[in-house]
Each structure stands twice: as C-alpha cells, then as structure tokens.
C-alpha cells in the first residue's frame, strides 16, 4: 500500500517555542491531508483538513493562529505549533488519500508525540 | 452532524477464542464507508477491514470480519482465533466521500494466553 512518512517521531521543545510537523506521501499525490491530534488512551480527533495550494480547514475550536498549516506541494503538508504551551503536548498524526485508488483507503503516518516542557 | 459510538471500553479474549466488538454510527446518508483500525503500542493506525455502505455482503479479511447492519446502523467487528497479536485499541469509523474519517472512541482489547 501507500505510504506516509511523518516526521519527527517524537519531539521536546520548551515553552513559547514553534515546533514543525512534516508529513509526506512518499508513492502517490496526495491533493488533501488530514491532521488528527490523540491524548493518551482517547480518540483520533481531526483538527483540520489540508488542502494543497489552498489555505486548510480547520475543525471548530482548532486554533488555526496556533496550529499553521502549509499544503505547498502533492506530497508535502506541514503543521507548525507556534508559541507551544505544555497543554499543546500530545500525539499528532497526519493521515492521506491515495485518490488513484478509487477515494477508498486512508493512510497513516507513524505520528509526532510533541512534549512542551 | 455524524457520529460514532463505541460503548465497550475494553474487551478481553482468550487465544484462540472469538471476541466482537460493538459499533454504532448515526448519518443520514445513504452512501458512506466503515472502517475498522487497530491501533497498536507503537501508535501506527492499521486499517484491519472496511465497508461500503452499498454493499449488502459483509467484508471479510481473513480472521476479521464484519456484521453490517445498515438499517440499525451498526457495524460490529469479529474476531476469530484470536492470536496475542490482536491486542490493541481498535477504532471504528466512517466516512463520506471526500470527506475526514470521523473515529469513535476505541475499544482496548486485550487477549490472555
């Protein structure tokens, strides 16, 4: 299947600093990305849908001055986490369509476990 | 708006036996996709099985496979021969065409030898 690689693994960054999340498509355009954010034991919760060349939709409550994403390229989306505060620490996982597939399965990147310290 | 719910928290199976984990969703469209991922320690989201929503036969993948009940909305996942490998949290979800998967809340099973 397709892949999605997500980097960094894991990252620590200390309060007031911005952190970047990459995620790439490595074997297929990915046009739309999504970026899910998961606290220990709970649920994938969508934050926002990346859309390349476009500006992202972000889900309500999602602070899109807090959580910039960037959609430049087919296989590239970005989300940076400006100014991080301790409550931002959490898993992010970012998640894409091979639409080549016939718009069925979504695939996964391993996910970036961000501590604010 | 739609939903998922996943009323079982945790589950537990013995090797070998067979466990099925409960999923109900609320839309009122008519053509959509179900999904169930396993998530493991390591956090990578595996997609175990999916369903069209037009299809009336039920998927099938091996030792997993699904009783879709689209008039009650349900979507329960079957687990035959269960192996310790099975133990994770499993996350039932739908989606629309074109649109984000919308996840329940996760089911931890946990599989005993």
């Known amino acids: 299947g397709a892949v999605v690689s997500q980097h960094p693994s894991w990252v620590i960054c200390k309060s007031g600093t911005s952190v970047k999340i990459e995620c790439r498509s490595l074997d297929f355009q990915a046009t739309t990305m999504f970026w899910y954010r998961q606290f220990p034991k709970q649920s994938l919760m969508l934050m926002a849908t990346?859309?390349?060349?476009?500006?992202?939709t972000y889900e309500q409550g999602v602070e899109k001055d807090k959580f910039l994403i960037n959609h430049a390229s087919l296989t590239l989306s970005t989300l940076t986490v400006t100014s991080a505060h301790p409550e931002d620490s959490s898993f992010y996982i970012c998640s894409a369509r091979d639409w080549g597939l016939g718009n069925t399965e979504a695939f996964f990147g391993q996910g970036t476990r961000l501590t604010v310290v | 708006a739609q939903t998922v719910t996943q009323s079982q928290p945790e589950m537990s199976v013995q090797e070998a036996e067979t466990v099925t984990l409960s999923c109900t969703y609320d839309t009122s469209e008519s053509d959509y996709y179900l999904f169930w991922y396993k998530q493991p320690p390591s956090r990578q989201m595996i997609l175990v099985i999916r369903q069209e929503a037009y299809k009336q036969q039920n998927a099938t993948e091996n030792r997993f496979s699904v009783n879709f009940q689209k008039a009650a909305k349900s979507f329960s996942l079957k687990i035959s021969d269960s192996q310790l490998g099975d133990a994770a949290m499993y996350f039932c979800?739908?989606?629309?065409?074109?649109?984000?998967?919308?996840f329940g809340k996760g089911t931890t099973l946990s599989v005993s030898s």
């Open positions: 979800a739908y989606r629309q065409a074109g649109t984000a998967l919308i």
């Open positions: 990346s859309n390349e060349g476009s500006k992202a």
